[in-house]
């Protein structure tokens, strides 16, 4: 069984209990009919004798008998007795040994030794004459052959109907199945050929198989986009860690020559902390949002005056701002509770803002806004800055992703990891962050969290 396919298992099975079923119904059946047949050749036999009497006449001191009632009832012979037994007149058969005592409105059952005989006796007074007896005598052997005609018919008919409902429970099951075949079809050409662009396509369907197939072909859809941004991952930093290892060794190599300049040295050393230092803040950043997918980058939440917070980190961001003339400007409510990690939401601001100075025209204008309803909290940064494509929109939230990094300042140049930062601070204190922008006219941040002091 465990070598078996699992068509070939559920037909056995489904052929196994169809067929138990089968039988079943038709032992209830001739069970049914055998009752029926019985119950129906005892009425007759009762129903005859009782009949007979009425071909039985008394005149002028003589019984006489009609020869019909030997033809009363099919397969039934007639026998009339008087009150003290003898035979009078009627038929019994050659086979019958004969019931001795006549009993009165009962039916016996007599063997013979070859033949089982139902015995029905009657007495009734006859005007002038007196009590006559009239026994009925009948074969149960007809009513047995009747019945085994029947069993014969199922004992014929039973192997056709087993043979019927495998092929058809087979034929079923094969075409109810097929899908997971495609879906075993499927795997083996993933795992032998590396395509995980196959897919099953079932169609349209809500039994389980299609749920499977559906749910198999989203399990795939997630697993090529996983292996996607691995290898986009792998790439991006790759590419984001190659420019200031570059940098660094050759300003290492400068510097360990004979005739560099102690001067020139120390811009060395200055360079390779500048670098140091970006790729430390890229790290920490991957570290923090490797921590965030395996769920682990726990928040330390406190009550913080988040009007203040956005004061104070626009205050430091202005005289970065000021070195490409852009102007930070705020409309912020004051006194906005708000229970999170201040570390994280200190992050989410910086992010912003530094990322409109990154991507914002010579003297150009961010304009930084929080506010509260009571139940809500918005926050959004704007500016006036190149814009983004609305095809690229939903692509700013992706992992290393830069709108533009060409247009961007060299100083401020990203890794593409800002944005990413903070969609996922947004969403771990439970709100939720979007963008709109124009090209050409500027781009606005907006995020919400629910007010929770």
Known sequence: MKNMSIKLKITLWYTLFMTLLVVGILWLLLFITNSRLLSNARLRLKDTVTRSFH?????????????????????????????????????????????????????????????LWYVYDYCQKIEGYGNLWVRGIASQTQTDAALQIVVNLALVFLPFFVLC?????????????????????????????????????????????????????????????????????????????????????????????????????????????????????????????????????????ELLNLSELAEIITEEQKGIASKKGITLETCIQPDILFRGDETMLMRLFINLISNSITYGKENGLTRISLSSDGNLITGSVSDNGIGIEKDKLDKIWKRFYQVNPARSSGEREGAGLGLPMVKWITEAHGGTVCAESTPGSGTVFTFTFPQNK
């Open 55 to 115: 071909e039985i006449d008394y005149e002028d001191g003589v019984l006489e008998f009609d020869n019909d009632i030997n033809f009363l009832g099919e397969g039934i012979y007639i026998s009339v007795y008087d009150a003290h037994g003898k035979l009078l007149y009627g038929r019994i058969p050659s086979l019958f040994n004969g019931a001795p005592v006549l009993v009165m409105d009962e039916i016996q059952q007599v063997d013979s030794g070859q033949t």
């Open 165 to 301: 409902i495998a092929a058809g429970g087979y034929f079923i099951i094969r075409r109810t199945l097929s899908p997971l075949a495609d879906m075993t079809e499927t795997a083996q050409k993933i795992s032998s050929g590396n395509d995980l662009s196959r897919r099953i396509r079932l169609g349209t369907g809500n039994d389980e198989v299609h749920k499977m197939a559906h749910t198999f072909d989203k399990m795939m859809d997630k697993l090529e986009d996983s292996f996607e941004n691995e290898k986009q991952f792998t790439s991006d930093v790759s590419h984001e860690l190659r420019t200031p290892v570059t940098v660094i060794l050759s300003q290492c190599e400068y510097a360990l020559q004979e005739d560099t300049p102690a001067q020139e040295i120390k811009d060395c050393i200055r360079s390779i902390a500048a670098q140091a230092r970006k790729m430390s803040s890229l790290i920490s950043q991957l570290l923090t949002l490797a921590r965030a997918d395996k769920g682990i980058q726990k928040l330390h939440y």
